[in-house]
């Protein structure tokens, strides 16, 4: 499984925007880019995925850069609810499985 | 209601005791996975199966066996309890085995081993 970097901890205000960073060097060009967040005392919960083009739904956005070696989770308005540790995962046609990685833990001040 | 739903939600239990935890899920998903969460908060898979046929074994002792009566459920039976199982056991399902699939995870199993 091709390897993430994230940073360990990141925070920001309630109500403001917050921008996850991933890097993915290795990727390969059948990987996709999964992002899953982890509520404190809970199971992890899907985010969001792409391939290659940037990505909305009713949770974030996901900012996928022209050589796919780094991605971008943005929140755009973040809540107390957001206080997660968010997890970005690649996933190629073989992975059968979601390969974790220690994450990044998003801290959220009101 | 529940997505996923694990029993018990806590577990405390003497070392070398044998202990079951019971997931099912009423997603009607085909694929259901086991997946461990130490004290370090590091997530990794220890099962999967697909329509009841393990897919997956991540070299976990043979002291746990996972068994799956039907493509709901998904139990996993640990034998001659340990220290180190201590841990969160999480269950999840996904529609499929394909790697776009989302997979939608349980509230998890506080394992306790004294």
């Known amino acids: 499984d091709a390897k993430t970097t994230q940073p360990n901890s990141m925070e920001s205000n309630e109500e403001e925007p917050v921008h996850l960073p991933c890097n993915h060097s290795t990727i390969s060009g059948t990987d996709y880019i999964h992002w899953y967040r982890q509520l404190p005392s809970q199971g992890p919960e899907y985010v969001i995925h792409?391939?290659?083009s940037n990505v909305n739904n009713r949770m974030a956005s996901l900012a996928i850069a022209e050589d796919r070696k780094s991605s971008t989770l943005i929140l755009h308005r973040a809540t107390l609810r957001d206080a997660a540790v968010y997890y970005c995962?690649?996933?190629?046609?073989?992975?059968?499985?979601?390969?974790f990685g220690q994450g990044t833990r998003l801290t959220i001040n009101p | 209601d529940t997505a996923v739903s694990q029993t018990p939600k806590y577990l405390v239990t003497q070392m070398g005791n044998d202990k079951s935890i019971k997931c099912e899920q009423n997603?009607?998903?085909?694929?259901m996975y086991w997946y461990k969460q130490d004290s370090k908060k590091f997530l990794k898979i220890m099962f999967s199966y697909n329509n009841k046929e393990l897919i997956i074994n991540e070299t976990v002792p043979n002291r746990f066996s996972p068994k799956s009566p039907d493509k709901a459920h998904l139990n996993l039976h640990i034998n001659s309890l340990e220290l180190g199982d201590s841990a969160v056991y999480f269950c999840?399902?996904?529609?499929?085995?394909?790697?776009?699939?989302?997979?939608?995870f349980g509230p998890g199993t506080r394992l306790l081993v004294l």
């Open positions: 997603l009607g998903h085909d694929t």
């Open positions: 792409g391939l290659t």
């Open positions: 999840a399902s996904s529609q499929n085995l394909g790697f776009q699939e989302t997979q939608y």
């Open positions: 995962i690649l996933r190629d046609g073989g992975a059968q499985k979601l390969v």
